[in-house]
């Protein structure tokens, strides 16, 4: 069954570095999203992309964070400088059609201290 | 704006038991409701929805009615098994132009003990 994958599952970094989550959505899907966890707190949406651009974005989704689709399979969040707060769990999400079903993959822990 | 409550937990049954998770909602016209499900150590999958007044989603035992009157959606079992033991996430998903986001409540964690 197709799925979305994620790397790494876990990245602990230091604050201040930059830091790369991957995302490979499932092949046939056209919208891509990232959504994050603080633990304990709730899941919330970063940005939607689609057509190579993105379509919305949070107020979280600030200067510091950037999304690309660089080769056509992977997607991918880029945080330039973390701060501390940015420690969650980050989900990638895909869809085939604006009104199909989301499907998450397993989430890239990031832990920034 | 638009928001989702869900029960605190952690929440710990009898395997057999009956469960109820409560979730409410806040939202800007007529949303999609979805009741989401994270096994320790996997991603978001989704376990049912309604996308109208009265309608009820069910899955693997799992049901939610779609209630207008009391913004509510939800989740019940009747008899829960150690298997179903996991996060439970309630989400509203309203369209947006082009664009669509869900928001999700903060998730309930269930530990169903045998």
């Known amino acids: 069954e197709p799925e979305v994958t994620q790397t790494p599952s876990h990245q602990v970094t230091q604050m201040g570095q930059e830091v790369i989550l991957r995302c490979v959505p499932i092949?046939?899907?056209?919208?891509f999203y990232w959504y994050r966890q603080i633990l304990g707190q709730k899941v919330e949406f970063l940005v939607s992309?689609?057509?190579?651009?993105?379509?919305?974005k949070s107020e979280i989704f600030d200067d510091q964070f950037s999304v690309e689709r660089p080769d056509g399979s992977n997607f991918t969040l880029k945080i330039r400088s973390t701060k501390l707060e940015d420690s969650a769990m980050y989900f990638c999400?895909?869809?085939?059609?604006?009104?199909?079903?989301?499907?998450f993959g397993e989430g890239s822990r990031l832990t920034v201290l | 704006g638009n928001s989702v409550t869900q029960m605190e937990g952690p929440v710990t049954l009898s395997e057999e038991a009956f469960l109820t998770i409560n979730c409410t909602y806040t939202?800007?016209?007529?949303?999609?409701l979805f009741w989401y499900v994270q096994y320790p150590g996997e991603g978001l999958q989704l376990l049912l929805k309604?996308?109208?007044?009265?309608d009820k989603g069910s899955n693997k035992g799992f049901e939610a009615t779609y209630r207008k009157e009391t913004t509510s959606f939800h989740l019940e079992k009747g008899s829960v098994q150690v298997s179903d033991s996991a996060v439970y996430f309630c989400?509203?998903?309203?369209?947006?132009?082009?664009?669509?986001?869900?928001?999700f409540g903060s998730g309930t964690q269930l530990t169903v003990l045998p």
């Open positions: 999400a895909s869809r085939a059609g604006a009104a199909g079903e989301l499907f």
């Open positions: 092949s046939n899907h056209l919208y």
């Open positions: 992309f689609y057509n190579n651009e993105i379509s919305e």
């Open positions: 939202a800007t016209g007529y949303p999609s």
């Open positions: 309604a996308t109208k007044a009265d």
């Open positions: 989400a509203l998903l309203i369209s947006s132009g082009s664009a669509r986001q869900l928001t």
